[in-house]
């Protein structure tokens, strides 16, 4: 049993708000447990500048935390990105360019922006769940408009975190699971089962390939959960 009285394979109550901005061209709340990110799509009619006259398009993400999404205040990053924020906007931009056919997007970029409001471990996996949701929206307005192809969303995505505390192979840490894990895990896959990243580490002890295997099982079971959130958003 774990602090918050999970099961191990057990995700912390997911909720997934679409359409929370007015102004977006596409939103999402995302929330996880204690942990809430705030998931904004932009569309602009423009590539970066080595990718124009290609005929295809972009997707990219942006990261912050606001300074009170945790227990003490941090700092904004006012002389820009911090190692770890960089890090992370190249995460979200990896695994959301995945859902997407760039080819028939055409010369268009896609900015994902996820903003941390509350802080209780998996904000980068929120972000990428929480991206896509954003992301389709805003899509979906371009396929109802006739400017692409239906088919330029290839595949959902989503992201859980899986780690390994005193023995225990646990699904979706929060933050102080996350603090004592000897193994973290980040998982990202597609709604085919397929995974796009793998993030893992050993904290302590070094990990088998049998505790890799179940680490992947537990990310699989919690992703296709999450897919269904997703789903039930964009129907919604």
Known sequence: MRNDGRALDELRPVTITPGYLDYADGSALITCGKTRVLCAATIEANVPGWLMGQ???????????????????????????????????????????????????????????????????????????????????????????????????????????????????????CYEEDSRAEVDFNVVMNAAGRYIEIQGTAEGKPFSGAELSRFLMLAQRGIEQLMAAQRRALES
């Open 55 to 173: 005929g295809r398009g972009w997707v990219t993400g942006e990261y912050a935390m606001l300074p009170r999404a945790t227990l003490s205040r941090t700092p904004r990053e006012t002389k820009g990105p911090s190692g770890r924020t960089q890090e992370i906007q190249r995460l979200v931009g990896r695994c959301l360019r995945a859902a997407v056919d760039l080819t028939a997007l055409g010369e268009r970029m896609v900015i994902i922006d996820c903003d941390v409001l509350q802080a209780d471990g998996g904000t980068r996996t929120a972000s990428v769940t929480g991206g896509y949701v954003a992301l389709a929206l805003a899509l979906r307005n371009l396929i109802q408009n006739g400017s692409v192809d239906a088919r330029v969303l290839t595949s959902s995505v989503a992201a859980v975190s899986v780690g390994l505390i005193s023995g225990q192979a646990m699904l979706d840490l």
